[in-house]
């Protein structure tokens, strides 16, 4: 099954994926407030990335909701993308929604001539590095020592990479 079938299985929670702009900076950072980061977005951050032509930003509107549960930012350069961050609220997590808002934006970032998308991951976050291999990212490399811990200590970063085609 390739990420574009995994886009179309169906997911367990009816939800909107929309594109999102600087209007949405304040939630955007509260969401990666939320997302147990080392260093959080602040608002004024967000609404930077999400003006920029170069970043792709998508959130997910479960139900009838008006502010997103979750969202995705990507940036582009040429035919590559990469993944700057995706978090999911605590409250709706386990419920399919990072699944459907991922696979959605791969989808777009294909539409618009993204022919390889890469990623870092925290080595130990289990979560996000399952999802990334449920939609069919595969591991390239690790950089040893890249993200600081709260203790001093530091975690490897995980580099993969996913072939849209
Ligand atoms: C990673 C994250 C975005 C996943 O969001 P989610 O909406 O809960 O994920 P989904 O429900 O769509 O799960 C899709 C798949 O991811 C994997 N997954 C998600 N959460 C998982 C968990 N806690 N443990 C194990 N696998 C998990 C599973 O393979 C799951 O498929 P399955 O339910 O069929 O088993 C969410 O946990 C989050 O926001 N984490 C904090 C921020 C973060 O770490 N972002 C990534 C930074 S690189």
Redesign the pocket.
């Known amino acids: 099954m390739n990420w574009l079938q995994r886009l179309l299985h169906p ?1 367990a929670t009816p939800a909107r994926i929309a594109h999102l702009d600087a209007r949405h900076a304040r939630d955007v950072a509260a969401l990666h407030q ?4 080392a260093r959080g977005w602040e608002p004024g951050e967000c609404a930077a990335l999400l003006a920029d032509a170069s970043v792709a930003g998508d959130g997910v509107f479960p139900g009838q909701a008006s502010r997103p549960a ?1 969202f995705v930012m990507s940036r582009k350069a040429a035919d590559e993308a990469e ?1 700057l ?6 409250g ?11 696979g959605t934006h791969l989808s777009r970032l294909a539409g618009s001539g993204v022919a390889q998308v890469f ?4 080595d130990g ?4 590095e ?5 939609l069919g990212f595969r591991e390239v490399g690790r950089r040893k020592g890249y993200y600081p811990k709260p203790d001093g200590s530091r975690v490897a970063a995980i580099a993969m990479r996913l072939d849209l085609g």
């Open positions: 997911t939320q997302g147990g980061f979750g993944i961050s995706i978090v999911i609220a605590p709706h997590r386990r419920s399919g929604l990072a699944a459907i808002l991922l990623l870092e991951v925290e976050n289990v979560a996000a399952r999802l990334y291999r449920h």
